[in-house]
Every structure is written in structure tokens, then in C-alpha cells.
């Protein structure tokens, strides 16, 4: 990955929809050869996808949830069955193995303080690979980025 790549980069992390007559003005370079860029940081998989940021409060996703996860074993099928567990669930939107006192960081969004309850009591708790969850509920956020500094 070279200065230009970087510069193409940056802008789509920007704004994805910068157009190829608008990257080449950024990159300093012609149209097609940032077309050909573009294709190829999408093929290697530096680009993963495009999307759109939401206003997660207009969307009716106004609390965010920490919850830090001990699983009741750490052996491979129910490690395996927590991971299908959380990628089935919409309000998780990461999850983290993590090294230290929990074993998994989950950031939950959900509408309010009920919905978490609901998440929490009908479907988190009765995961049986889960031994305990602590719950930390964001207050503000103060830093939140999307793009990597190239």
C-alpha cells in the first residue's frame, strides 16, 4: 500500500461515496488508475464494505450496553456455541474475546433500559456457556471514529 492508496483511503473512509473524478483529485492521479486502485483494495480485502452511519438515537438504538461476559468453560464447542449465540443476536453490534478477567466484551444497543432487561432475562442469561455478565451502561459518549489514521 503506497501514499496514494492511503489518500484514496482516507477520503472513502470520509465519505464512501467520493467519486473516482473526485479521489483522482485527491490522489493526483487520473480516473482510471483510481479505479483500478479501488478495484483491487476491494479485492485484497482492504475494503471491506460500504456503509451507511447512522444516528443511532433517530433510529431508536439510544443505549449503549458494555457487558463483559464469563463464559462457564473455555473449551472449543462451548466457545463455538456462545460465538453462534452472539452473531444471531441484531443488538450486539461487536464482541470481543478478550484476555484478563471476562472473557467477552459485548456492546449492545438497544432502545432503553426495558429492552436491555428483556435482552438480558429472555435471551443472554439462558445462554448455558455463559457464567456471569456485568452490564455497564454508557452515560455519553465522548470519542467515537470510524476510520483508521493511515
Aim: with cysteine; glycine share 4%.
Amino acid at each position: 500500500m503506497d501514499e496514494i492508496d492511503k489518500k484514496i483511503l482516507t477520503a472513502l473512509q470520509q465519505d464512501a461515496r467520493t467519486t473516482h473524478k473526485e479521489l483522482s483529485a485527491i490522489a493526483g492521479i487520473s480516473t482510471t488508475p483510481v479505479y483500478e486502485r479501488v478495484k483491487r483494495l476491494e479485492r485484497e480485502g482492504v475494503i471491506k464494505r460500504y456503509v451507511a452511519l447512522l444516528d443511532k438515537k433517530k433510529v431508536g438504538k439510544a443505549l449503549t450496553v458494555i457487558s463483559m461476559v464469563t463464559l462457564k468453560s473455555h473449551k472449543k464447542d462451548v466457545i463455538d456455541k456462545f460465538h453462534e449465540h452472539v452473531l444471531a443476536m441484531p443488538e450486539v453490534m461487536e464482541c470481543y474475546h478478550m484476555a484478563g478477567n471476562y472473557d467477552y466484551m459485548l456492546k449492545v444497543l438497544v432502545n432503553d433500559m426495558e429492552e436491555y432487561q428483556k435482552l438480558l432475562v429472555e435471551d443472554l442469561a439462558r445462554t448455558e456457556a455463559i457464567a456471569n455478565i456485568q452490564s455497564m451502561f454508557v452515560m455519553g459518549e465522548v470519542k467515537q471514529e470510524t476510520a483508521y489514521n493511515l
